[in-house]
């Protein structure tokens, strides 16, 4: 940054006299020049040291008073007063004013060619610009070497703390660390200490109390314990990467990160970090795919043999010889919240894509603050995890993995609903096994119970045996001639009369509060429950009449949903 004080440095203006004591506005950068007299108007630029003869105000104090002062709002870097010709000397008036802004005002002996002083600052201005562009292309060539021998991020941060003379981390984009310097090891330990206050880096709030002013974008100062860093934040096309974290020094001003070869300095190390992560991710996409076939074929139990299965594991960094236990979630109402987030540019399959990406992601950090290992694969719109379970009552150990796992998804996306499905079964070899029992209690639950709960398997017995008893045809008669009657009244009349017995069962038969739960007149209550017993020939206040309703719901509602399964597949 070319200032105001190396302006006055320049040869051509060594006769020049400053009249104003400002000492902070002799660090104002300089960025054009210009030669300018009455009137000021739009004329003269942010940063602009402006030229004049002051022609026109030589004999009027006020009007040269009010022209500085147009200067001065315009924020121009300083202005500059040839005396000697048109104006003998700069009047007290304009000097003290000028002070009282603190605004830089020169007096320059008109012997002094403004031609002169204008190519002085131009070229000096070029000069800098040419410097910076040099050191820009030196700084991504340098940092391009290290892409192209493949050094990666540790050589990155070491590079930057070179430059810097401050240690420097890289962490990926959920805080984990990828690369530290020498004499990092107070800011690794300050960062993690934030983590553990703040959450995930993604989300948390930066801290804003020693705020100077907006920092160059992706910047942020972070305050950790008693120390200060500055935050780098790497952004790929579609998403935020990772972080840079730079130790400052507390003896060193914030100002600093405002000149232009730090700058430079920081945003080349950023776009080479991101091309690092970028190679990195790809690596990363390509173990995930083939892990995501791997599960899935666990889950599948397409593997000819468990050699083949242990084989396969041990190359992805999976263990097979600890018990797993298998939960299936499924997020509800996808095309509802892909139409509230509106993302224009992607399709709804590539959403769904990244969604069950993001899950996995989730499945993975939960699965390591609890210190279990996880497999797990998003298929056709549903998350499968295998967790290790080291006790004797496996299925408990699922309850505080899902509820942590909820958290942090409730972090990123607050209205987004999970159905749950918990098998029973679990050991070192039961994956397919586990897999069908979650996935028969996911459906069960989301049938029986709706949507956004967790069913476990051991707690669906008696609707698989309900199950079972569909395929007894005498049984199927007898409901079908009891349920009948009731769903053709339903269409017809547009009310729900199962939902109706339902709420009422709910209720252990009391009218009141049923009719309060439905928002019927206790009067409608009732004169729906005397159609019912008509159209069935059954009596609601009969004990075996009211079982055989009851069963007749519970099995059309099962042979429903088994109808539809493939369909939902």
């Given at each position: 940054?070319?200032?105001?004080?190396?302006?006055?440095?320049?040869?051509?203006?060594?006769?020049?006299?400053?009249?104003?004591?400002?000492?902070?506005?002799?660090?104002?950068?300089?960025?054009?020049?210009?030669?300018?007299?009455?009137?000021?108007?739009?004329?003269?630029?942010?940063?602009?040291?402006?030229?004049?003869?002051?022609?026109?105000?030589?004999?009027?104090?006020?009007?040269?008073?009010?022209?500085?002062?147009?200067?001065?709002?315009?924020?121009?870097?300083?202005?500059?007063?040839?005396?000697?010709?048109?104006?003998?000397?700069?009047?007290?008036?304009?000097?003290?004013?000028?002070?009282?802004?603190?605004?830089?005002?020169?007096?320059?002996?008109?012997?002094?060619?403004?031609?002169?002083?204008?190519?002085?600052?131009?070229?000096?201005?070029?000069?800098?610009?040419?410097?910076?562009?040099?050191?820009?292309?030196?700084?991504?060539?340098?940092?391009?070497?290290?892409?192209?021998?493949?050094?990666?991020?540790?050589?990155?941060?070491?590079?930057?703390?070179?430059?810097?003379?401050?240690?420097?981390?890289?962490?990926?984009?959920?805080?984990?660390?990828?690369?530290?310097?020498?004499?990092?090891?107070?800011?690794?330990?300050?960062?993690?200490?934030?983590?553990?206050?703040?959450?995930?880096?993604?989300?948390?709030?930066?801290?804003?109390?020693?705020?100077?002013?907006?920092?160059?974008?992706?910047?942020?100062?972070?305050?950790?314990?008693?120390?200060?860093?500055?935050?780098?934040?790497?952004?790929?096309?579609?998403?935020?990467?990772?972080?840079?974290?730079?130790?400052?020094?507390?003896?060193?001003?914030?100002?600093?990160?405002?000149?232009?070869?730090?700058?430079?300095?920081?945003?080349?190390?950023?776009?080479?970090?991101?091309?690092?992560?970028?190679?990195?991710?790809?690596?990363?996409?390509?173990?995930?795919?083939?892990?995501?076939?791997?599960?899935?074929?666990?889950?599948?139990?397409?593997?000819?043999?468990?050699?083949?299965?242990?084989?396969?594991?041990?190359?992805?960094?999976?263990?097979?010889?600890?018990?797993?236990?298998?939960?299936?979630?499924?997020?509800?109402?996808?095309?509802?919240?892909?139409?509230?987030?509106?993302?224009?540019?992607?399709?709804?399959?590539?959403?769904?894509?990244?969604?069950?990406?993001?899950?996995?992601?989730?499945?993975?950090?939960?699965?390591?603050?609890?210190?279990?290992?996880?497999?797990?694969?998003?298929?056709?719109?549903?998350?499968?995890?295998?967790?290790?379970?080291?006790?004797?009552?496996?299925v408990e150990t699922a309850y505080p993995f899902i509820e942590l796992l909820e958290y942090r998804?409730?972090?990123?996306?607050?209205?987004?609903?999970?159905?749950?499905?918990?098998?029973?079964?679990?050991?070192?070899?039961?994956?397919?096994?586990?897999?069908?029992?979650?996935?028969?209690?996911?459906?069960?639950?989301?049938?029986?119970?709706?949507?956004?709960?967790?069913?476990?398997?051991?707690?669906?017995?008696?609707?698989?045996?309900?199950?079972?008893?569909?395929?007894?045809?005498?049984?199927?008669?007898?409901?079908?001639?009891i349920i009948a009657p009731i769903l053709n009244y339903s269409r017809q009349r547009g009310i729900d009369l199962v939902h109706t017995l339902l709420?009422?069962?709910?209720?252990?038969?009391?009218?009141?509060?049923?009719?309060?739960?439905?928002?019927?007149?206790?009067?409608?209550?009732?004169?729906?429950?005397?159609?019912?017993?008509?159209?069935?020939?059954?009596?609601?206040?009969?004990?075996?009449?009211?079982?055989?309703?009851?069963?007749?719901?519970?099995?059309?509602?099962?042979?429903?949903?088994?109808?539809?399964?493939?369909?939902?597949?």
């Open positions: 940054m070319f200032s105001v004080q190396e302006m006055l440095e320049l040869p051509v203006l060594r006769s020049a006299d400053t009249k104003t004591e400002t000492p902070a506005a002799l660090n104002n950068p300089v960025e054009w020049v210009s030669i300018i007299e009455l009137p000021v108007e739009d004329f003269v630029r942010i940063n602009e040291v402006v030229l004049t003869a002051a022609f026109g105000c030589e004999h009027d104090e006020k009007k040269l008073l009010s022209f500085a002062e147009e200067v001065m709002n315009s924020n121009a870097a300083a202005l500059i007063i040839a005396t000697g010709r048109y104006l003998m000397e700069i009047p007290s008036l304009v000097i003290e004013h000028c002070q009282s802004r603190g605004f830089p005002l020169v007096e320059l002996p008109w012997e002094v060619r403004f031609a002169d002083v204008s190519h002085a600052i131009s070229t000096a201005l070029h000069q800098q610009e040419r410097s910076f562009v040099e050191y820009s292309d030196r700084i991504r060539r340098e940092l391009l070497e290290i892409i192209l021998n493949g050094e990666g991020t540790a050589e990155i941060a070491a590079y930057l703390s070179r430059r810097l003379r401050m240690p420097a981390l890289i962490a990926d984009r959920r805080g984990g660390l990828k690369a530290k310097t020498s004499g990092a090891q107070n800011l690794e330990d300050s960062w993690r200490s934030h983590l553990q206050q703040h959450g995930d880096p993604l989300f948390f709030q930066m801290e804003e109390a020693y705020d100077t002013g907006a920092l160059p974008n992706k910047m942020h100062w972070v305050h950790m314990d008693q120390n200060k860093a500055l935050q780098l934040t790497v952004q790929g096309a579609r998403e935020i990467q990772g972080f840079i974290l730079i130790e400052w020094p507390e003896q060193l001003p914030e100002d600093d990160i405002y000149e232009e070869n730090m700058l430079i300095l920081l945003e080349h190390a950023v776009t080479t970090s991101a091309l690092c992560f970028l190679h990195d991710q790809a690596a990363v996409e390509t173990e995930m795919r083939l892990k995501n076939d791997f599960v899935w074929s666990l889950a599948e139990g397409t593997f000819e043999s468990r050699d083949a299965a242990l084989s396969r594991a041990k190359s992805l960094g999976y263990h097979l010889n600890v018990p797993y236990l298998c939960i299936i979630a499924r997020p509800e109402q996808l095309d509802y919240l892909y139409d509230q987030q509106q993302p224009s540019v992607t399709s709804f399959e590539n959403w769904v894509r990244q969604l069950g990406e993001w899950l996995e992601e989730e499945v993975y950090h939960t699965g390591r603050m609890l210190h279990v290992g996880t497999m797990t694969t998003f298929q056709k719109e549903e998350l499968i995890i295998f967790v290790e379970t080291h006790t004797e009552k496996g998804m409730r972090q990123v996306h607050p209205v987004l609903e999970m159905s749950w499905g918990i098998a029973k079964t679990f050991g070192d070899d039961f994956f397919h096994e586990g897999y069908n029992e979650a996935r028969s209690a996911l459906d069960i639950g989301r049938r029986q119970k709706g949507t956004g709960f967790v069913t476990t398997y051991a707690n669906t017995r008696f609707d698989r045996a309900l199950l079972a008893l569909t395929e007894n045809e005498e049984l199927r008669s007898i409901t079908e001639a709420v009422f069962n709910r209720n252990k038969g009391n009218i009141s509060q049923t009719a309060r739960d439905l928002n019927l007149h206790r009067q409608s209550l009732t004169y729906r429950l005397r159609k019912i017993e008509k159209m069935t020939s059954c009596s609601l206040d009969d004990s075996d009449d009211w079982f055989l309703i009851d069963l007749s719901i519970r099995l059309y509602n099962i042979s429903a949903a088994s109808e539809k399964k493939p369909a939902d597949k």
